[in-house]
């Protein structure tokens, strides 16, 4: 999302809001201070988990950008009147290092995607994901953006 204020950053969120009618969850991935954190955004039942590779609490700052964004632009899916998700952390796999953040990230949307019931079952206990699964977040990012290149060259 790039710098600029906590309004600008909401307005790209309730854009994204807005743009999204049909999808069960929304990924909003953030990077505050150099570590990349993930919210997904849970449409009907109005709840953000918050999924963090380090188990760090969520920032205010970016509560704030979401709460704002839902009040902006609320999802039509919702089953409820709330104006503002329930914010839930989940126990996710931790990164093992100082720079894994945004495999993990990547990751957590991966496994979302081919089972949501990762949210509620904590990622089945795990601790971490093995090399080998982030090996394939990474080879995954370089087909996409090889296949970027080669269509944009």
């Given at each position: 999302?790039?710098?600029?204020?906590?309004?600008?950053?909401?307005?790209?969120?309730?854009?994204?809001?807005?743009?999204?009618?049909?999808?069960?969850?929304?990924?909003?991935?953030?990077?505050?201070d150099f570590h990349?954190?993930?919210?997904?955004?849970?449409?009907?039942?109005?709840?953000?988990?918050?999924?963090?590779?380090?188990?760090?609490?969520?920032?205010?700052?970016?509560?704030?950008?979401?709460?704002?964004?839902i009040r902006i632009?609320?999802?039509?899916?919702?089953?409820?009147?709330?104006?503002?998700?329930?914010?839930?952390?989940?126990?996710?796999?931790?990164?093992?290092?100082?720079?894994?953040?945004?495999?993990?990230?990547?990751?957590?949307?991966?496994?979302?995607?081919?089972?949501?019931?990762?949210?509620?079952?904590?990622?089945?206990?795990?601790?971490?994901?093995?090399?080998?699964?982030?090996?394939?977040?990474?080879?995954?990012?370089?087909?996409?953006?090889?296949?970027?290149?080669?269509?944009?060259?």
């Open positions: 999302m790039g710098e600029g204020s906590k309004e600008n950053r909401s307005r790209v969120i309730a854009d994204r809001l807005r743009n999204t009618k049909h999808a069960e969850y929304m990924f909003i991935p953030y990077n505050p990349w954190v993930l919210v997904a955004l849970e449409m009907k039942r109005m709840i953000a988990y918050y999924l963090d590779p380090m188990a760090s609490q969520p920032c205010d700052d970016l509560k704030e950008i979401v709460n704002m964004a632009n609320p999802p039509e899916k919702q089953k409820t009147s709330k104006r503002e998700p329930t914010w839930v952390k989940v126990v996710c796999p931790r990164q093992p290092g100082s720079v894994e953040c945004g495999y993990y990230v990547m990751r957590y949307m991966k496994e979302i995607i081919a089972n949501p019931n990762q949210l509620a079952s904590k990622f089945d206990g795990r601790k971490s994901f093995s090399e080998m699964e982030i090996n394939e977040v990474r080879s995954d990012w370089i087909m996409l953006m090889t296949q970027l290149i080669i269509t944009h060259a």
